[in-house]
């Protein structure tokens, strides 16, 4: 064969040179994408993938020096679909798309210089790149409070079985002396996703059955919540597990808990099917000689001179301006119709968590006794909340309340709201919430992404907000949504003159 380590200097040079110009171009989008990894919990684990993938690229390396290099132009029109994406995802304030076109990238390059056999042979230590970048806002919202209310489910079981008395409103346990909140970090997510990267990497390397591998990647998600729940009743027997120390030690537990199931159901799954004897891989066979192509120097500097001239459109599009309130909320009106309002505290840790530009929270009461609370998130870009205003559903639910019932209802014509009745120890409240954004008034969380997108890419704005208005029922729910109503419609036209159309 051909290829020697002479001859496989240049090949390497080219990849080496595309993979810095490729970093460089992505380089604001990996530095806050680690600073993003290093300060959350939830995905710190990512910080070790490249690790791992570089070993697995070390592991490959007498066969990636002596494989056949074949350079393909479809590796060129990788390239530029993942550049593509990146810009589209910019536009669009999406986080994600942008992260995951750079592993395009990597993957049109080594398709560009080393052609499908290259590609074939590091596919794997590149897809695990993809386990590293944070899910989207709008996949973990929806996934975060079914685990909450599953983990204390769960704790509050486990409690009771050992004869331990609790009560359970949503998300919260009331052990009587005090209460546990099961706040999003203790959901499970991230023990789920960070068990899931590592039954991938124990799979690379220990089992190979597509059957075998699905079961095993299955089998970790019981088995996560299930240790979760655990975790959250022995909080609840030793408050020492709350924080600090003993509170990571069982945190790590869950791990270990986790990987001894995942090499015994690893075990009798081979037991019951033994592993067929090992061929050998593709690449090591014999390779036919390479085909006459152009020099590679040509598809390097074809990519090189792509990258440069995407360069400041990627830019443009990462720099899209915000766009502020036509004014600020401190001018809000305090007196609408015969409700008399004035500015609410609201705890500036719940603020940041909304991660809004501007907000507003007022309590509006009447001659005859009734509050409505208002509440205004607005989002000079939605970039800044990762793309995605979540729903009020979920934090309701996760202070305790029960959503009663919910369907959506037009208060006027073209004004749709999602219309709530919340429960929690006998107090109930009607809750309305909507979007606008850009002139749209939205009631749907998705569609809300879609057009955020759709505005992104045509408009270049993604500003917005979300409104949310809450009264007491007292005995009868048509008279407490007649009131709300009638506040929501006086409410329209002072909205009109603060959020832009």
Not at 295 to 314: D, N
Not at 407 to 424: F, H, L, Q, S, Y
Not at 488 to 499: E, G, H, K, M, R
């Amino acid at each position: 064969m051909q290829n020697n380590k002479s001859s496989a200097v240049y090949p390497l040079s080219s990849l080496a040179i595309l993979g810095a110009i490729t970093i460089w171009f992505y380089w604001p989008i990996l530095s806050r994408m680690f600073l993003y990894l290093f300060h959350n919990d939830d995905y710190s684990y990512g910080l070790l993938l490249p690790l791992v993938s570089a070993y697995l690229v070390y592991q490959k390396w007498p066969r990636i020096r002596g494989t056949s290099w074949r350079p393909s132009w479809w590796g060129l029109a990788i390239i530029v679909a993942g550049i593509g994406l990146s810009i589209i995802g910019e536009l669009a304030a999406d986080l994600y798309v942008p992260r995951v076109s750079f592993v395009v990238c990597l993957g049109g390059i080594l398709l560009l210089v080393g052609g499908w056999r290259l590609l074939r042979l590091l596919i794997f230590p590149l897809l695990l790149l993809l386990l590293m970048i944070p899910l989207p806002e709008l996949i973990t919202n929806k996934l975060t409070l079914p685990l909450q209310l599953i983990s204390s489910q769960l704790a509050a079981f486990f409690l009771h079985l050992i004869g331990i008395p609790v009560l359970r409103q949503g998300n919260i346990i009331d052990l009587g002396l005090r209460q546990m909140q099961i706040v999003d970090a203790c959901s499970g997510l991230r023990y789920i996703l960070a068990l899931l990267a590592l039954g991938v990497i124990y799979c690379y390397f220990y089992q190979r059955k597509p059957w075998k591998v699905l079961v095993l990647l299955i089998v970790l998600i019981p088995a996560t919540i299930f240790a979760n729940g655990l975790r959250v009743a022995g909080m609840g027997i030793f408050p020492a597990l709350v924080e600090g120390f003993w509170h990571a030690f069982s945190g790590w537990l869950i791990f270990l808990f986790c990987f001894v199931m995942l090499a015994v159901v690893n075990y009798l799954l081979n037991r019951l099917s033994p592993p067929s004897v090992k061929q050998a891989p593709e690449e090591d066979k014999i390779q036919p000689p390479p085909k006459k192509s152009l020099p590679l120097w040509s598809y390097t500097a074809a990519a090189v001179g792509v990258i440069l001239l995407c360069t400041p459109v990627a830019q443009r599009a990462s720099h899209a301006p915000n766009y502020p309130l036509k004014k600020g909320f401190e001018n809000f009106p305090m007196n609408i119709d015969t409700w008399q309002g004035h500015h609410a505290y609201i705890d500036p840790a719940m603020v940041a968590l909304t991660k809004s530009h501007a907000h507003l929270y007022a309590e509006f009461s009447d001659p005859e006794g009734d509050l409505i609370t208002l509440w205004i998130a607005y989002y000079e870009t939605q970039k800044k909340a990762g793309g995605f205003v979540h729903s009020p559903k979920g934090c309701f639910t996760a202070s305790g309340w029960r959503i009663a019932q919910a369907k959506v209802i037009e208060i006027a014509p073209g004004k749709p709201v999602n219309w709530m009745v919340t429960d929690r120890l006998g107090t109930k409240l009607l809750v309305y919430y909507w979007f606008m954004q850009r002139g749209r008034w939205l009631v749907d969380e998705t569609l809300n992404k879609f057009f955020m997108a759709y505005d992104g890419l045509l408009r270049r704005r993604t500003d917005g907000s979300l409104i949310r208005l809450t009264i007491p029922i007292h005995g009868n729910t048509d008279q407490a949504q007649q009131r709300l109503t009638a506040f929501a419609n006086s409410l329209i036209p002072i909205l009109n003159q603060y959020i832009p159309d």
